[in-house]
């Protein structure tokens, strides 16, 4: 009686596998997909911001400043910071998407992987509204310290905190489940 509940266990767990790999093989190409466009528009962003110094150098007659150069570098760096967190994010869910492929959906392990999508969401939302106001006053010379909060990066940084500490409560269950199986399967 009992090899036949594990027999239907396994067959309802083998069908829930298949179904999430179905869905991860059509959802990882889409998400690599946006990964690479949004890496290429960020560094389309950066490479387009970095003119001030080659139109000084034409319209003054001026040499190229290494000086100018590293600050506009640094600028587009600063700038580019969220959206190259959150593509961090988007790589982090590709990465969790090709285990969801290999039939590793619930594995502790992967938990730590919704875990560092959580990180990538509050490192964004830090980098938005501290890093770079922060950083954007130097860069000008100003120095100091400013913050810019609004609703959509305390709600970024929100779900970051939150998706963290899930992932490392479910991470923590499915540890304790796992092993909690292997002592059942000890003992049969």
């Known amino acids: 009686m009992m090899n036949v509940g594990k027999a239907m266990m396994s067959d309802i767990w083998t069908a829930t596998a298949q179904r ?18 949004g890496l290429l528009m960020t560094l389309q ?22 000086a100018c150069a590293l600050r ?3 600028a587009g760096l600063v700038q580019a910071g969220p959206a190259l967190a ?19 959906a619930w594995a502790p392990s992967t938990m730590k992987l919704f875990g560092r999508i959580g ?3 509050l490192a964004a939302a830090i980098w ?30 929100g779900l970051g905190i939150v998706l963290t500490a899930i992932a490392r409560v479910l991470g923590d269950m499915l540890s304790t489940a796992e092993a909690a199986k292997a002592d059942s399967d000890a003992i049969v």
């Open 20 to 37: 999430a790999a179905a869905e991860a093989r059509w959802l990882r190409p889409l998400a690599l997909t946006l990964f690479v466009m």
């Open 128 to 157: 938005m509204g501290v890093v770079t106001p922060t950083l954007s006053l130097w860069i000008a010379g100003r120095g100091g310290f400013e913050w810019n909060l609004d609703a959509t990066i305390l709600t970024l940084g």
């Open 86 to 104: 959150l593509l961090w994010a988007l790589w982090e869910a590709q990465a969790y998407l090709k285990r969801m492929e290999s039939g590793e």
């Open 119 to 121: 990180d990538c969401l």
């Open 72 to 74: 506009e570098i640094g």
């Open 45 to 66: 962003g950066m490479a387009g911001s970095g003119d001030a110094c080659v139109v000084d150098m034409a319209e003054n007659g001026r040499r190229f400043s290494v």
